[in-house]
């Protein structure tokens, strides 16, 4: 072992509690990281998962500026016909056409204005959740059916129930007089009252029936094996579009640009406790070098005047450090992963959790996602303000004046 190494080691240990208390801070802070990491990012996963399962979906096709507006007449040709291009082309079987109008749902006593969704029955389950959440009746099974499928809050407030009728008023595409009598088949709940509120589901045949759409509509959804494969995706469809439909494709931060921002504000403000947890830590690790360092005063005097110089002392104090930090790395990096792993498996969640996540489309117990990244994200930063911590005790030695240094008690 390298004989810098050794006095380095050893020189830890001459005050073994005081090297155990900044370690242990060390070790309680990178856990606490890599916990509080691994937990943001998973619900960061499940938040943009869910979000986008609802009716985003990873991709859009759609007609120019329909995105800003969504007006009637920015439809997307045979989109049906698109889609199932699309699918062929892709060997996907995510990808489904959708159509949307906004009308008025009447029932025998009330009258809401809602959002309706024409949707192909067949696929509109492997690009959205909402498919999954019929508590009650069933889900559509032929393109053509006159039927509809309500929110549960929308359904309450029309008093209306399964096998119901009601009346739905709207306008064309072409600018006509909508109008229909459509019976409720299912009632959905996903527990986010806006959404069970404002938005019922048609198959897409009758929908462009109702809507005079001539085989167009408005969206053909898509998703992509992960979020990381999406601008592969996105590259892929644009080249598969047909020339002269003028269509562009809308990755999901287009779509949802309220979620990117809603993430990356919560990131500054975690980052912001963070930064003040590792500043601490480092202050720890400055006080403990500092009271090494003015206790070897003498010592270091005396090999200053038998020729070393202090560059090379000022190396040793840094090289006690960064064993330090590296151990302090380690044992937190391995703690920290532990007890991710254990929430991961069992998850967490707490009093008021339930409300709360609802508002952000969350289930109630949260599952933190442990990876290499966050396991050593936390801890290498804290490794790397301690070394900035100890800058200044090594730097310090450059002042020492020798004679001085040897008279000190």
């Known amino acids: 072992m390298n004989i810098v190494l050794r006095l380095a080691w050893r020189n830890l240990w001459r005050h073994s509690r005081r090297t155990w208390l900044t370690i242990g801070a060390m070790v309680f802070s990178n856990t606490l990281l890599v916990f509080m990491i691994s937990l943001q990012f998973g619900m960061y996963a499940l938040m943009v998962d869910n979000t986008l399962k609802v009716f985003t979906g990873h991709m859009q096709v759609q007609a120019p500026g329909y995105n800003d507006d969504q007006k009637m007449r920015q439809v997307v040709p045979d989109v ?57 009746g069933r889900f559509f099974t032929d393109t053509n059916d006159p039927a509809i499928v309500v929110g549960a809050v929308l359904a309450r407030n029309l008093r209306a129930t399964i096998g119901d009728e009601i009346t739905l008023l709207g306008t064309g595409v072409d600018g006509s007089f909508a109008a229909a009598v459509v019976t409720i088949v299912g009632i959905f709940d996903s527990s986010v009252v806006d959404l069970d509120r404002s938005i019922a589901l048609m198959p897409l045949g009758a929908f462009q029936d109702v809507f005079f759409m001539n085989g167009a509509g408005h969206q053909v959804v898509l998703f992509a094996d992960s979020l990381s494969a999406v601008g592969t995706l996105r590259r892929e469809v644009e080249g598969l579009l047909p020339d002269g439909d003028d269509l562009v494709v809308h990755d999901w931060d ?156």
Not at 374 to 386: D, M, N
Request: aromatic letters at 10%.
């Open 80 to 136: 049906a016909g698109l889609a199932a291009s699309l699918r062929e082309s892709l060997g996907s079987d995510e990808i489904a056409a959708r159509g949307w109008a906004f009308g008025l749902a009447s029932s025998a006593e009330r009258s809401y204005g809602i959002g309706i969704y024409g949707v192909e029955p067949d696929f509109e389950p492997r690009v959205s959740s909402i498919p999954g959440l019929v508590t009650e």
């Open 254 to 409: 287009a779509l949802q640009p309220g979620l990117k921002q809603a993430i990356q504000a919560d990131i500054s403000s975690a980052f912001f406790m963070y930064a003040i947890l590792v500043i601490l830590v480092a202050f720890s690790v400055l006080n403990t070098q500092l009271m090494s360092v003015l206790e070897r005063t003498r010592e270091f005097g005396i090999v200053m005047a038998l020729g070393l110089r202090a560059g090379r002392l000022g190396r040793l104090v840094m090289l006690e450090t960064a064993l330090m930090g590296f151990i302090g790395l380690i044992l937190g990096a391995i703690g920290g992963a532990l007890v991710t792993s254990w929430f991961t498996a069992n998850g967490l969640s707490f009093p008021g959790m339930q409300e709360m996540a609802a508002q952000f489309n969350l289930p109630a117990r949260v599952y933190p996602s442990v990876s290499f990244l966050s396991a050593l994200l936390g801890p290498l930063v804290v490794f790397l303000f301690t070394l900035l911590a100890a800058a200044y005790p090594a730097l310090r030695l450059h002042k020492v004046r020798i004679v001085d240094a040897m008279r000190t008690n």
